[in-house]
């Protein structure tokens, strides 16, 4: 392991406490160091029983950044950030290691998204503390088989969602979380409070407001997002990758 200690890194609790996605960038690139020093942050992250099956993709052809940015919705960042990088659960190299690996059960494929997850963030909490920005992008899975095969992906693999990283270029305002006391409970699991999910609305509300003149809040967002099928291509990809088939 090569640590970038010479690198100026803010202190952990701040840089966590002051995360907003960033999703307008200066045209400034980052140095190699800078790129080098978040990927090796990523690359100490914990890993579910040490299998490291991730790879990340930094995407620096023009034509494949167009390409996986209409895949995106036309989230126009996905092409103007400094960096574009797709995490993608990865097995193929489990077969080589091991020819008759079972790769092909449900438990793979949690092991390999929450791998990629923790090692995700670990990378953007080090840009973060650079002074950097960025932000996920699970659209790529709006058309999963097409960014599949942009990204020309094996058997094994899946392209779980890009990371946008660059020089931020705007200061958003904090998103409000659910309160801490709805998302712990002692010993035992706790409903939600139906007077706190209004409070919290209500605080949402006003937050999208300021920021863009929506009309949102927390309950409303549910709704949108599960108020249809779920991006059901994602099941029947899996499969044609050999993966979740058990
Ligand atoms: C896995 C994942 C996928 C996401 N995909 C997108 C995306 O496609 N486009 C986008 O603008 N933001 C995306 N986001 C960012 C979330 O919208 C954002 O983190 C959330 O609204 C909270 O806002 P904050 O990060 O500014 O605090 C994604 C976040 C995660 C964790």
Redesign the pocket.
Known sequence: MSYHTNLKSEATLPTIYR???I?KFTEEALTDEQREAIWEAGRAASSSSFMQSTQIIRVTDVEKRAALCEV?AN?KYVRTAAEFWVFCIDYTKHKQAFPEAQLDWTEGLILGAVDAGIMAQNCLLAAESMGLGG?????LRNNVARAAEILALPPLTFPL?GMCIGHPAQD?MY?PRLPLETLVSENRYKALDAAKLSAYDEQLTAYYKERSGLDLNWSKAVTNNFSQPLRPQILPFLHQQGLAKR
């Not at 932000?135 to 659209?139: E, K, L, N, Q």
């Open positions: 995360h907003r996605s999703r995106a989230q932000v996920y992008i699970g659209s969602f958003p998103r």
